[in-house]
């Protein structure tokens, strides 16, 4: 399988709500993730839901390396795969900042998010995950959760004004820089 297509604004299946992972620790979410791994070094991206393959499950991957060169200035999250995650608000405090998304592609967009937030879950193998996180690692948590309950980014917007086309909003960025 290894790269697959990721769907874009648009498409149907990018709007459900998706289900809860049953299954841990099975062949079928091993190479799932395996594939969605594949498929978001390959688009550069900080993230990548299963919905946003055609995937209709409670699953993220996330998280920035070292060498990323779309976020050469950005925090490193560590590497992490997140199954039916609750993400709660830790305090009222928000921060907006600039978003994209591997299914927009070529748009960024400034999003309100929660400034801290807690966020339990899974990984593969059943084992539980308990963060409280802030800055960018909120931000990127709260992005792909979001993708789990059929939210896209432009829907989080406020202010259209800090809406447009990447080479435009940053020139110089390289045209295929989305998340
Ligand atoms: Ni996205």
Redesign the pocket.
Known sequence: MGVREILKMGDPRLLRMAQPVTDFDSDVLHLLITDMLDTMLAANGA?L?AP?IGVDLQLVIFGSHARNPRYPDRPVVPPTVLVNPVITPMGALEEKDWEG???VPGLRGAVPRWSCIRYTGFDQYGDPIDRTVDGFHARVVQ??CD?LMGT??PMRMRDFTQFGYTEVLFPGTAADQD?
């Open positions: 993230g839901a946003q998304c591997l299914s992005h792909e993708h896209l980014y998340d």
